[in-house]
Each structure stands twice: as C-alpha cells, then as structure tokens.
C-alpha cells in the first residue's frame, strides 16, 4: 500500500481539507483509490448547543491526544472526542 497525502486550508470558509490517494496492489497492478476529507473548527459551546437542539440529553467529550499517540503532531487539546447520547421516549 502507497498513500499520498495533500493538505491545505481556506481561510475564507474556515475549512482545512486533506485529499487522500492511496495505491492498493492487485496482483501484478496497482489500483487507485481517492478521498477528500474537509475538516472545519467548532467551539465546545457550538457543538454542545448543537446536539442539545438536536435531542441529545447527555454530552460527554474528552481530549483526543492520548488516542493519537504515535502521531507527534497531535498535542493535548489538539483534538477533542465527543460522545452524545438521545434518550428514547417511552
């Protein structure tokens, strides 16, 4: 497997995105995939007012550096992982 990465960002929507080409070996040939991921910046408070006008009663979150250990670039604060949970109406 072979993956290239290109990376930038848009100042003018706030938008960073990566695309992704990775290369898997099919026998004697390669075969080509492609991905765009776009990634924008939300504060806690937008998020968390977000899933509460969405339904959700329960919002966690925690600091996602300790899940990126191998990647040097991913400091404490860097990332942050959220769990929500919608109670069902019985």
Known sequence: M???MRNGHN??????????????????????????????????????RTLRRAGFDRVRRWDGAPFFKSNPLIRQGCRTLYLARKSVDA
């Open 11 to 48: 100042r003018q929507t706030e938008r960073a995105w990566c695309d992704i080409d990775w290369f898997l070996r099919d026998g004697g040939h390669w075969r080509r995939h492609h991905e765009r991921v776009e990634e924008v910046c939300w504060s806690y408070s937008d998020i968390h």
């Open 2 to 4: 072979a993956v290239v």
